[in-house]
């Protein structure tokens, strides 16, 4: 009996101490470093607007409609851009459903772009993101998007494409990824415009 329990204190006591530092001790330091280092990051990179009102987060798309709006790509998240049900469809390239969803969204896109039947539309435009919350579109489809938007606003479409220029992000080291602009800073820089 006394051998078990010398072979069994010290397996104890270092799961004990294993515990305290790998559940207790690391979080702490590490929580504490990103709260000193990436204070917006790790606070869920909010954006306020200049009364000091939530408006989103630059990290999780979100809905808008209405011509004097960028409108970012659809969601398959929930009844669309629901954080609680982040997700894709799960819709192959071979489903019939994805097939009619796209040719449907392409032509609304068509429409309300004022494009032709034979302009190319980037993907981003008709299909939605892995997550269903990606809040970036690509540069050419904020592009196909601006004159409607200039023409909402009544503001000159150079002045809209300056805003795009200003809200894009570039790839992550300058080589990973696609540039890509945020839809819910961009619509905030349009709001500040009056």
């Known amino acids: 009996m006394k051998a078990i329990v010398s072979e069994l204190r010290p397996a104890v006591f270092?799961?004990?101490?294993?515990?305290?530092?790998?559940?207790?001790v690391y979080p702490l330091v590490v929580t504490g470093i990103a709260h000193a280092a990436f204070k917006s990051k790790s606070h869920g990179s909010l954006i306020m607007d200049k009364d000091g009102v939530l408006r989103g987060s630059a990290l999780l798309g979100q809905s808008f409609t209405g011509a004097q709006y960028f409108h970012p790509r659809p969601s398959a998240a929930g009844a669309g851009y629901?954080?609680?049900?982040?997700?894709?469809s799960n819709l192959g390239p071979t489903s019939q459903k994805l097939n009619d969803a796209v040719k449907e969204r392409l032509a609304v896109y068509r429409a309300e772009n004022s494009l032709s039947d034979q302009e190319a539309v980037p993907?981003?435009?008709?299909?939605?993101?892995?997550?269903?919350?990606?809040?970036?579109i690509s540069i050419k489809n904020a592009e196909l998007q601006a004159v409607r938007v200039a023409k909402a606003r009544r503001l000159s479409v150079e002045k809209v494409?300056?805003?795009i220029v200003a809200n894009t992000t570039p790839p992550d080291f300058g080589v990973l990824g696609d540039a890509g602009v945020n839809v819910l800073k961009l619509n905030l820089s349009l709001d500040a415009l009056k």
């Open 14 to 24: 270092a799961m004990l101490v294993l515990a305290v530092v790998t559940c207790g």
């Open 123 to 136: 993907a981003d435009a008709v299909t939605a993101s892995g997550s269903g919350l990606d809040p970036h």
């Open 161 to 163: 494409k300056e805003l």
């Open 82 to 88: 629901d954080a609680t049900s982040s997700g894709g």
